[in-house]
Every structure is written in structure tokens, then in C-alpha cells.
């Protein structure tokens, strides 16, 4: 391997590494793979998109996935582990005091942003990172100078009941410490071997020689570095073809007097990549160790493939997609087509939805209302598609019920939690967002409240911005980088406002599934109820 020595200041102290530098290794390569360094996480590499892998190069934060090893030679580079353990320890505490960290894989390189950025214009900076979970505003919260300041610290509240409140949202455990934000949760590719095999999907139209292992393709090397040079990994680009939803065309008629909705393709848009790793024999990682992914990876082959490549070479063996395979690979919120209508007291629902999700069952309708719905599965060229992801069928009913009625619905999910929204919009943009949620015993408010904004957040994007680019005949996926999936920024996410109602009953789980519906369903009806997701910017 074409490799020379790299020297530089690491965390205040010399070091000295090898890196392949012909091939333009990365910072990013050289900190997580050589040197052992996990806080800096690999949420898109090399496209440079995400911000998780922010560190300091010479007091300015640069983008380490995009920042070639050999640029480093004789500076100085601060990663988590570097910073004045004081102003470390005060911005964990106040991501913990204002729940702008849950799953807390972004965290690590906001924390970053901030410490090598004197100017406080947060949204600006916050436009160079990306976060699923939190819908930024308690993120903002973290990073003000007040909060940073003042936050008062963790053991003010009983964590443990705030982790379990994050694991009913979640549908996995998840701590919640000032470990969290600075990259120490046990994040699967964290904690794998790195003197391992290491095993990539298979890309396509790739020649190199690979091995099958759950029903997939894999490229295994020594090192994740060769395997996914020997795979021909290639960036993904963000395309110029337009979106477009897939079953538009087969919209069901629409009956006098109703609505009628067709939605897109939605990435999930987990930040960290499914990995597993897994002995001979052993039982693999989760790619779930620390929450997130909200449904997106229930049924990931990654742990499936770690066991059974390792077995079939006997040793241990790491499985790590990357942010392309994420986007080819993992399941996508299910686009449909259907129309409702009011009819004698009653909303009638006709509607069709893609193959693999399974047709909708019945969900609680609204309290005091009668809702009839029949959906058909459909057979669509594009990714596969999942019901496991946030409020899949529980939303796109309440968007349908409260269209045909023309107003703002409550939403019951089967656990028995309610949200109500009301969402304001002014010459066409969403300007606030006021919710009322009942989770039973909340546990913990500002899990809570953290996890209502994050559903409200998603629940306007699916509305307003977010889609993919699918060809209908091929079903390829055209847009690969995390950029292209319309996620809204810091900067484009309104007030929301969280009351949370007082509920005697016990802890209630995926309570926030209520607040991404009622939101959803606001959403549309303020918009004035466009025929398609996303909503026309006007």
C-alpha cells in the first residue's frame, strides 16, 4: 500500500502515523481507523454533508471526512478528547439539561462547531450539520451562551427515568448522560475491533470479487479502507431529476366534496450507518446500541451478515455500511395515493400504498369520529419500504381524516397517547407550531418535550420538503447524498411550542407518534391541502 508517515499534534501531544496518502486517505480515516479516535463519527463519508466528523484543525473546525490525512502534516488537531475539560464538561451538561442530544451521534461535531466558533450566529452554524432527532430547536437551546452558562446539571433529575422515556420513543435502549453528547454512547462501529476483517455491501455494478451473507453482496478486506476501495465505492451525487410521487397517476377518483393525497419516497435519514460487528459463534452488535434510526433499521442485515461471515472465515468480522448503502438499502416510508371523503357522519378512506409495507391496519380513529378505510397494496418500482418506521399509517390516516373534515384532528396511537396540533402558516410558510401531547406518566418532560419537537420537525419535512428521486421504470434511487432528502435545516424550522397535558396513566410508548401525526395532519389542512407531498413551495 503507497502509504508514508504523517505527523502532527493530536489532542496536545505528537504524533506520528501511516497513511495512504496516493489515495487521499482522510483525516477522518486516520483518527477513527489508525488512531482509535470514535468521538468524531462517520455519518456520510467523504461527502462531507452530515458535520458529525467536525473537528479542530488549528482552532478552526473542518469537516474530517473531506479533509485529506496529509493536510494535517504539522498542525495541530483537536478532537473531543482535546477539548478544556471545563467548557467540555459544561457543554455535555447543558445538551443533557435542554435534551439537545438523544441518540447523540451528530452531537460530538456540533459540540466541535462550537468550540472553534467565536461568532454565536447558531443557525449559520448549525446549516453545516445534520440532525434526525431533535428538530434543532433544543440543540439551539444547548449551544446559547445562557444555556451553556446556566444549565443546570444532570443529577438535578433522575436520568434513569429520563433513558427510559427515551426508550419508549426510541424502541430501543438509550442512556441519557453527559456521556451521550460527546460520542460515548456504544455505537456499534465504536466499539468493533479494528485489527478485524471488514465487510461492505457490494455496490452496484461493482466487478469485485464478494462474498454473499444475508441475502446481500459483501466486498471483506483487512481494513474498512481497502474494503471499500476494493468495492469501487463511489460518492454519491445528488441528481437534477426531479421528484416526483410514484402512484400520482393512480390516484383513486376523487368523490364530489373530497381530498385527495399522493406522497413520495422519505429516507428515513438515521445519521449513523447500520454496522454490526460479531465473533465466531458470538451474538452480533446492534446496529440499534444506542436508539435512533426510529424504525429504519428494525430489520437491517448487518447483524445477520456480521455472524454469518464470521463464521464462514472464523474469525471476527465488521460489518459498515456506508452513507450510499444506507440510502440503497434501507427502508423507506411507503408512498401512497388515496382520497377521503365525509359521508354520512362517516370518513371514507380509498387508497393505494406500495408493496412490502403491508396495507395499513386499522389505527384508532380520532375521538368522537367514524373512519371506514380500504387500502390496496401495489406493486411499485423503487426501494423497499417499511411500517416500522415513525407513525407509518397513522399519520397518512390522520392527514386523510382531518382533510375530508376540514379541520385539526387529536391522534390516538394504539398505546393510547393523544397529541393535538395546530400549525400556523403565513403567505405559504409554516411560521409556528403549538402541540398538546398526553403520554401518560411523562417520566421525564424534557425527553419529552425533545422527542415531541423531533416528530414535529420530521412530520413538517414529510410535509413540506422531504423526497427522493426514484427512476419509475428501474426503481434506481438518484439521489444518494444526505443532503438531497429535504430534511429542514436549523434555520427553516419554526417555533414549536410542547405542552405537555397532565395524564394519570403509566408511561405511555411512541407517544411522539401522536405529535408526528397531528402535525402532519395540520400541516396540510393550513397549507390549503396540495395533492401531493411535498407541498409546492410558493
Known amino acids: 500500500m503507497p502509504t508514508a508517515s504523517i505527523a502532527f499534534v493530536l489532542n496536545g501531544a505528537p504524533v506520528e502515523v501511516d497513511a495512504d496518502v496516493e489515495r487521499s486517505e482522510s483525516l477522518l480515516n486516520v483518527l477513527r481507523e489508525r488512531l482509535g479516535i470514535v468521538s468524531a463519527k462517520d455519518g456520510c463519508a467523504p461527502q462531507g ?11 478552526e473546525p473542518r469537516v474530517a471526512c473531506v479533509t485529506p490525512a496529509a493536510r494535517v502534516e504539522g498542525r495541530a488537531v483537536t478532537t473531543i478528547e482535546g477539548l478544556d475539560p471545563t467548557e467540555r464538561d459544561r457543554a455535555a451538561a447543558a445538551f443533557v439539561a435542554t435534551g439537545g442530544s438523544q441518540c447523540g451521534f451528530c452531537t460530538p461535531g456540533i459540540v466541535m462547531r462550537f468550540a472553534g466558533t467565536r461568532a454565536r450566529a447558531i ?34 433529575r433522575d436520568l434513569g427515568a429520563a433513558a427510559s422515556r427515551a426508550a419508549l420513543e426510541a424502541d430501543g435502549v438509550q442512556r441519557v448522560d453527559a456521556y451521550v453528547p460527546l460520542g460515548a454512547a456504544p455505537f456499534a462501529d465504536d466499539t468493533a475491533p479494528r485489527d478485524v476483517l471488514v465487510a461492505v455491501p457490494l455496490p452496484p455494478d461493482s466487478a469485485a470479487e464478494s462474498i454473499e451473507a444475508a441475502g446481500l453482496r459483501w466486498v471483506v478486506a483487512g481494513s474498512l479502507f481497502e474494503a471499500r476501495a476494493r468495492a469501487a465505492k463511489v460518492q454519491g451525487r445528488r441528481t437534477t431529476v426531479g421528484v416526483r410521487a410514484p402512484l400520482l397517476d393512480l390516484m383513486p377518483v376523487c368523490p364530489p366534496g ?6 413520495q419516497w422519505v429516507e428515513p435519514a438515521y445519521l449513523e450507518p447500520d454496522a454490526s460487528w460479531c465473533e465466531p459463534g458470538g451474538v452480533p452488535a446492534s446496529p440499534l446500541a444506542n436508539a435512533g434510526a426510529f424504525g429504519g433499521k428494525a430489520h437491517s442485515a448487518a447483524p445477520w451478515a456480521a455472524r454469518e461471515l ?5 474469525r471476527t468480522v465488521r460489518v459498515a455500511y456506508s452513507r450510499e448503502d ?40 380520532p375521538p368522537g369520529i367514524d373512519v371506514r378505510a380500504r387500502w390496496t397494496e401495489i406493486d411499485v418500482a423503487g426501494p423497499p419500504v417499511s411500517a416500522d418506521l415513525r407513525a407509518v399509517g397513522l399519520a397518512e390516516q390522520a392527514v386523510l381524516v382531518a382533510g375530508a373534515l376540514g379541520r385539526d384532528v387529536e391522534v390516538v396511537t394504539p398505546t393510547g ?14 411560521t409556528r407550531v403549538d402541540i398538546t401531547l398526553a403520554a401518560g406518566d411523562p417520566l421525564d418532560e424534557v425527553v419529552l418535550r425533545s422527542y415531541a419537537i423531533g416528530a414535529a420537525h420530521m412530520a413538517l419535512g414529510w410535509v413540506t420538503s422531504e423526497g427522493l428521486a426514484v427512476d419509475a421504470e428501474t426503481g434506481e434511487i438518484h439521489d444518494l447524498t444526505i443532503r438531497s432528502f429535504g430534511v429542514l435545516r436549523a434555520s427553516e424550522t419554526p417555533p414549536i411550542n410542547v405542552t405537555i397535558a397532565g395524564d394519570a396513566a403509566p408511561a405511555r410508548a411512541r ?9 402532519a395532519a395540520s400541516a396540510w389542512n393550513a397549507l390549503g391541502r396540495p395533492t401531493t407531498f411535498p407541498a409546492p413551495r410558493r
Not at 454533508?49 to 482552532?59: E, K, R, S
Not at 373530497?258 to 406522497?263: D, E, F, I, P, R
Not at 397517547?417 to 409554516?430: C, H, L, M
Open 511 to 519: 407517544a411522539t407518534d401522536a405529535v408526528f401525526a397531528a402535525v
Open 326 to 365: 444506507v440510502v440503497r438499502l434501507s427502508p423507506k416510508r411507503p408512498p401512497i395515493a388515496a382520497v377521503a371523503v365525509l359521508r354520512d357522519g362517516v370518513v371514507e378512506i380509498d387508497g393505494l400504498i406500495a408493496r412490502g409495507a403491508g396495507a395499513p391496519r386499522v389505527w384508532p380513529a
Open 49 to 59: 454533508q452530515c458535520g458529525c466528523c467536525t473537528v479542530l484543525v488549528d482552532g
Open 258 to 263: 373530497g381530498v385527495q393525497l399522493a406522497t
Open 310 to 314: 464470521a463464521d464462514h472465515f472464523g
Open 417 to 430: 397517547a393523544r397529541a393535538s396540533a395546530t400549525v400556523t402558516v403565513d403567505n405559504g410558510k409554516v
Open 123 to 156: 443557525d449559520r452554524s448549525l446549516a453545516a450539520h445534520l440532525c434526525r432527532c431533535t428538530g434543532w430547536l433544543t440543540v439551539r437551546d444547548a449551544v446559547s451562551a445562557d444555556a451553556r452558562v446556566d444549565a443546570p446539571a444532570p443529577a438535578a
